[in-house]
């Protein structure tokens, strides 16, 4: 199974950025999905996660600015932020807790796309 993240790049403070993840390879069942971020010498931090009932949930931080969401017929996950500030920039992750197809879960993870938000 493989994630491939994408969409980050620089943007003003105030404005929006969309990341796409998509998931390929040995894939039954995607389950959860998440979105997580790490800035450079810091803990990496969950940002949202989407169930498979489409519930989703978000840290205190992008609350009401960065929007999760799935599309289960392209496998893919999607995170619309908005009103960017500068302290959202970060190297962005998705992760994806899978069933393969021996029927097997685990988590795997993409390769990270870095988002950069100037004042």
């Known amino acids: 199974v493989q994630l491939q993240a994408s969409g980050g790049g620089l943007v003003q403070a105030g404005g929006s950025l969309r990341l796409s993840c998509a998931a390929s390879?040995?894939?039954?069942?995607?389950?959860?999905m998440a979105w997580n971020r790490q800035v450079p010498g810091k803990q990496r931090d969950l940002v949202a996660v989407i169930a498979s009932d489409d519930t989703t949930d978000y840290s205190d931080s992008v609350k009401g600015r960065f929007t999760i969401s799935r599309d289960g017929a392209k496998n893919t996950m999607y995170l619309q932020m908005d009103s960017l500030k500068p302290e959202d920039t970060a190297v962005y992750y998705c992760?994806?807790?899978?069933?393969?197809?021996?029927?097997?879960?685990?988590?795997?993870w993409g390769q990270g796309t870095l988002v950069t938000v100037s004042s």
């Open positions: 390879g040995g894939i039954f069942r995607i389950n959860h």
């Open positions: 992760s994806a807790h899978v069933t393969d197809l021996q029927r097997k879960d685990r988590w795997y």
